[in-house]
């Protein structure tokens, strides 16, 4: 008799997600945790205490910014940073505790701990050695490291640390023009640091549609953000208070240096495996270093299932949480499945950035004829009203049967409005289907009938 159905070693969005299905479908279910709280990366120090910072950064702005035209007279609001942090971490323990609340509610045990699998039905957490039929690795990511970038976590810090600074940096310079570096430069920019961001790339967002990216990086232009492209870091030297970042232009070879009072590394993540005995497992592993598995999740060792950021895909925490609910229904005999190709992005920037399916780049490399549908916000009673008209709608549909398939948003709520597109292409909608649905007026989701339009007979109010 084993101690339980199935153990899970991990309790972010896969992980927990996972352990409250199994638990659900009338599994004996335990969760491995070794942080003080739940939750992992996502709720502890990412997407939550990031959205947190995102939040109240975009107040200050729109106070400064919108506010006197709006007819909102007097004192603009000033940064309070401890408060800001404390307002931060009330909202993580408000969500860690939530996902406590939901594991004893449901009956999830959680074993405080670092696990290790010494083998295929069997976790040792500590001294103790727990059985479990089935396995599920949801052990999630940590940010990459960068030869010559020393992460000290106060002057040259990664992810983490930047949510948690001693105070708004004079100058901060970022290394990669990706989600972590755009969304933490954006906040930092917003509460006065000069921010200057170093990309390798020639564009930012690498994978984005191109003309999404293009006027993504435009907007945060406009909004201060300083941008050295085509530069890779060489390394960064610290003194007491400050550092030194070294980068070559790829044009040309040139060397240069540029001065920070803190600097963000955000050049990737990596899944996080450290103590977990996979190696002594003979798992087979990716190319990439992640743990492969089939399409039920099952790793090359029977019994052990991998979901999340340590296996392949995007390192999103929904898509985490979908894997670990399908997982769990494949343990328990049912057919979970997820859908890869209806995944969305969202850049938590002011405005948003939203995306699902493919890109104009994707299409063009796999030869399908496709057409495009535009509309700006500018054309949006909603979005001008609530000075939002910066950004658009690009829909991408089937040039022969109109079937929707991809979208891109640069604008007011991007990230909820992409769900409409999301489920109109689970069901295999066309762009016609969408732009024949009745959208209420004034909504920004318009912007999203008016782009299906336009791959049609034309939108409207454009
Ligand atoms: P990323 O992979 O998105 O971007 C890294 C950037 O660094 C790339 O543009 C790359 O060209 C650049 N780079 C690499 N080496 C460099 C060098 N030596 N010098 C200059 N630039 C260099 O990585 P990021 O932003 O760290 O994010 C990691 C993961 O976390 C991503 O998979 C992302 O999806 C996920 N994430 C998602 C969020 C969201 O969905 N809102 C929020 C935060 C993270």
Same mark, same amino acid.
Not at 78 to 102: A, H, R
Not at 256 to 271: E, Q, W, Y
């Given at each position: 008799?084993?101690? @339980?159905?199935?153990?899970?070693?991990?309790?972010?969005?896969?992980? @927990?997600?996972?352990?409250?299905?199994?638990?659900?479908?009338?599994?004996?279910?335990?969760?491995?945790?070794?942080?003080?709280?739940?939750?992992?990366?996502?709720?502890?120090?990412?997407?939550?205490?990031?959205?947190?910072?995102?939040?109240?950064?975009?107040?200050?702005? *729109?106070?400064?910014?919108?506010?006197? *035209?709006?007819?909102?007279?007097?004192?603009?609001?000033?940064?309070?940073?401890? /408060?800001? /942090?404390? @307002?931060?971490?009330?909202?993580?323990?408000?969500?860690?505790?939530?996902?406590?609340?939901?594991?004893?509610?449901?009956?999830?045990?959680?074993?405080?701990?670092?696990?290790?699998?010494? #083998?295929?039905?069997?976790?040792?957490? !500590?001294?103790?050695?727990?059985?479990?039929?089935?396995?599920?690795? &949801?052990?999630?990511?940590?940010?990459?490291?960068?030869?010559?970038?020393?992460?000290?976590?106060?002057?040259?810090?990664?992810?983490?640390?930047?949510?948690? $600074?001693?105070? +708004?940096?004079?100058?901060?310079?970022?290394?990669?023009? !990706?989600?972590?570096?755009?969304?933490?430069?954006?906040? @930092?920019?917003?509460?006065?640091?000069? +921010?200057?961001?170093?990309?390798? $790339?020639?564009?930012?967002?690498?994978?984005?549609?191109?003309?999404?990216?293009?006027?993504?990086?435009?907007?945060?232009?406009?909004?201060?953000?300083?941008?050295?492209?085509?530069?890779?870091?060489?390394?960064?030297?610290?003194?007491?208070?400050? &550092?030194?970042?070294?980068?070559?232009?790829?044009?040309?070879?040139?060397?240069?240096?540029?001065?920070?009072?803190?600097?963000?590394?955000?050049?990737?993540?990596?899944?996080?495996?450290?103590?977990?005995?996979?190696? &002594?497992?003979?798992?087979?592993?990716?190319?990439?270093? /992640?743990?492969?598995?089939?399409?039920?999740? /099952?790793?090359?060792?029977?019994?052990?299932?991998?979901?999340?950021?340590?296996? #392949?895909?995007?390192? $999103?925490?929904?898509?985490? *949480?979908?894997?670990?609910? &399908?997982?769990?229904?494949?343990?328990?005999?049912?057919?979970?499945?997820?859908?890869?190709?209806?995944?969305?992005? +969202?850049?938590?920037?002011?405005?948003?950035?939203?995306?699902?399916?493919?890109?104009?780049?994707?299409?063009?490399?796999?030869?399908?004829?496709?057409?495009?549908?535009?509309?700006?916000?500018?054309?949006?009673?909603?979005?001008?009203?609530?000075?939002?008209?910066?950004?658009?709608?690009?829909?991408?549909?089937?040039? #022969?049967?109109?079937?929707? $398939?991809?979208?891109?948003?640069?604008?007011?709520?991007?990230?909820?409005?992409?769900?409409?597109?999301?489920?109109?292409? #689970?069901?295999?909608?066309?762009?016609?289907?969408?732009?024949?649905?009745?959208?209420?007026?004034?909504?920004?989701?318009?912007?999203?009938?008016?782009?299906?339009?336009?791959?049609?007979?034309?939108?409207?109010?454009?």
């Amino acid at each position: 008799m084993s101690d @339980y159905d199935v153990i899970i070693i991990g309790s972010g969005p896969g992980g @927990y997600v996972a352990a409250i299905r199994c638990a659900q479908l009338g599994l004996k279910t335990a969760c491995v945790e070794g942080r003080e709280t739940l939750g992992g990366t996502c709720l502890n120090v990412g997407c939550i205490p990031s959205k947190a910072l995102l939040h109240a950064s975009h107040m200050l702005h *729109e106070a400064e910014h919108n506010f006197a *035209e709006m007819g909102l007279k007097g004192k603009s609001p000033s940064v309070d940073w401890p /408060q800001m /942090q404390k @307002y931060k971490q009330s909202t993580i323990d408000t969500n860690t505790k939530g996902i406590e609340f939901l594991f004893k509610k449901n009956k999830v045990d959680w074993i405080k701990g670092w696990a290790t699998i010494p #083998e295929a039905g069997r976790v040792k957490v !500590g001294d103790d050695t727990h059985t479990a039929k089935n396995i599920i690795i &949801a052990t999630g990511s940590e940010p990459s490291s960068l030869k010559g970038v020393e992460v000290d976590e106060k002057i040259v810090v990664s992810s983490t640390g930047a949510l948690e $600074l001693g105070k +708004v940096p004079k100058n901060l310079v970022v290394i990669g023009a !990706g989600v972590i570096g755009l969304e933490l430069g954006s906040v @930092y920019a917003r509460l006065g640091s000069e +921010v200057t961001v170093v990309e390798y $790339l020639d564009h930012i967002t690498p994978g984005m549609d191109a003309e999404i990216s293009k006027q993504f990086q435009k907007t945060l232009v406009k909004q201060g953000l300083k941008f050295i492209m085509g530069a890779a870091v060489q390394k960064t030297e610290t003194t007491k208070s400050k &550092a030194k970042v070294t980068y070559k232009l790829r044009k040309d070879d040139s060397e240069h240096v540029i001065d920070a009072d803190t600097v963000l590394l955000s050049t990737g993540r990596r899944p996080f495996m450290d103590g977990l005995g996979v190696d &002594a497992l003979d798992m087979v592993m990716t190319d990439r270093g /992640q743990i492969q598995v089939n399409d039920k999740w /099952q790793t090359s060792v029977k019994g052990i299932y991998a979901i999340g950021d340590v296996i #392949e895909g995007p390192m $999103l925490a929904h898509k985490a *949480e979908d894997e670990g609910m &399908a997982c769990a229904e494949q343990i328990a005999g049912k057919h979970g499945h997820v859908n890869y190709s209806v995944i969305p992005g +969202v850049i938590y920037t002011h405005p948003e950035v939203a995306n699902v399916g493919e890109t104009e780049e994707t299409l063009k490399a796999s030869g399908r004829a496709y057409k495009v549908g535009k509309f700006s916000f500018m054309g949006n009673a909603r979005a001008k009203a609530n000075f939002s008209g910066d950004g658009f709608v690009k829909m991408l549909a089937d040039k #022969e049967t109109d079937r929707i $398939l991809g979208c891109h948003i640069i604008g007011p709520m991007a990230g909820d409005l992409i769900h409409e597109v999301c489920v109109a292409m #689970e069901f295999g909608a066309s762009a016609q289907d969408l732009a024949m649905t009745c959208h209420a007026h004034p909504t920004y989701s318009e912007a999203v009938k008016e782009a299906a339009l336009a791959c049609g007979d034309g939108a409207i109010h454009m």
